[in-house]
């Protein structure tokens, strides 16, 4: 009778965690969002939690030194690790001229304590340096986890890279460009490639050469031209014209009221990757903005999907 319990009480923990979750109801336009935000009514996460005690970080380590400075990243997992485990790396956004790489610490420790290596890296913004640099500096970060697999115990053939707004446009940009010019910079002493197993993109720029992209003052600071003058630098700092067959997996969040990111460029994305057949699990949540993840409901919604991608597609 015991036996006959405990399977029944495992049959139903399986089912529950295969069982999809609704996207959390959301705002009937901006103006409802900016009064709830106001009044305080939207339940917003913790952005700066404590570091908690099975967890083990090492801060500020350097990967990369470049002429305008040097660059850090930090790594984060559980105490007492045995086996080589699956690394996440995350990359900040901020319109790439701003940002810390602490600002995903939610991710960094939650997905640690699931048993991942978790990593965040710097890169050199836009008013110090311009395209390419930051897609360099991310590859580099890729290459220097990898290369310094053992120390952390990651492993190193299965990795992804997570990203946000202009943090998702590099990580898509690192993601999609193996083979590119990018990688070819000399990072540091390793064999390491800038290849990932899969990559997760919240609310990130896909296409550059659009219309309303060409006309944004950030996209032209991060290009330092304008698009009448150089618009194959335009072209070359997109991600979809890195699109291949042999592109990762690839799972995108947006909101539907997004001002800051359109749709269409999620959109566009998910036409370019469906053409070649490269698996896209697209998440379009009505009535959220950009950043939505910082409400509660919506981040227990991303994380919730994110974590049966990275078991599909990091766990063997």
Not at 46 to 73: C, H, M, W
Not at 245 to 261: C, N, S
Not at 290 to 303: E, K, S
Request: hydrophobic letters at 35%; glycine letters at 6%.
């Amino acid at each position: 009778m015991k036996h006959i319990l405990f399977l029944i009480i495992t049959l139903s923990i399986t089912h529950a965690e295969q069982h999809d979750i609704k996207p959390p109801r959301g705002y009937l336009n901006n103006t409802f969002l900016k009064w709830s935000a106001m009044f305080g009514w939207i339940d917003l996460v913790n952005t700066k939690p404590d570091i908690p005690p099975d967890i083990e970080a090492f801060i500020d380590v350097k990967f990369k030194e470049t002429e305008q400075r040097s660059l850090f990243l930090d790594v984060y997992r559980e105490k007492g690790i045995n086996n080589p485990m699956p690394l996440i790396i995350f990359v900040h956004g901020g319109s790439w001229t701003k940002g810390d790489k602490k600002d995903y610490l939610i991710y960094l420790l939650s997905y640690a304590q699931k048993g991942y290596v978790t990593a965040s890296l710097s890169y050199r913004f836009s008013q110090e340096e311009k395209f390419p640099a930051a897609v360099k500096d991310v590859i580099c970060g890729i290459k220097w986890l990898k290369n310094n697999a053992m120390e952390y115990g990651i492993d190193s053939n299965n990795v992804a890279i997570v990203g946000g707004s202009a943090g998702a446009h590099l990580a898509l940009m690192a993601a999609y460009s193996m083979g590119g010019s990018f990688g070819e910079e000399s990072c540091e002493s390793g064999s390491a490639s800038q290849k990932v197993n899969a990559v997760v993109n919240f609310y990130g720029p896909a296409d550059l050469t659009t219309d309303y992209a060409i006309n944004r003052k950030e996209t032209n600071f991060f290009i330092g031209a304008d698009y009448k003058s150089q618009p194959e630098k335009y072209l070359i700092a997109s991600p979809i014209h890195y699109v291949t067959k042999d592109d990762p997996p690839t799972m995108t969040f947006i909101g539907t009221l997004d001002e800051l990111v359109p749709l269409n460029q999620t959109n566009k994305l998910d036409q370019s990757l469906k053409k070649v057949d490269v698996y896209h699990d697209y998440h379009i949540l009505k009535g959220w903005p950009h950043t939505m993840d910082a409400a509660r409901p919506v981040n227990n919604y991303t994380q919730h999907y994110m974590d049966k991608f990275f078991k599909q597609f990091l766990r063997d």
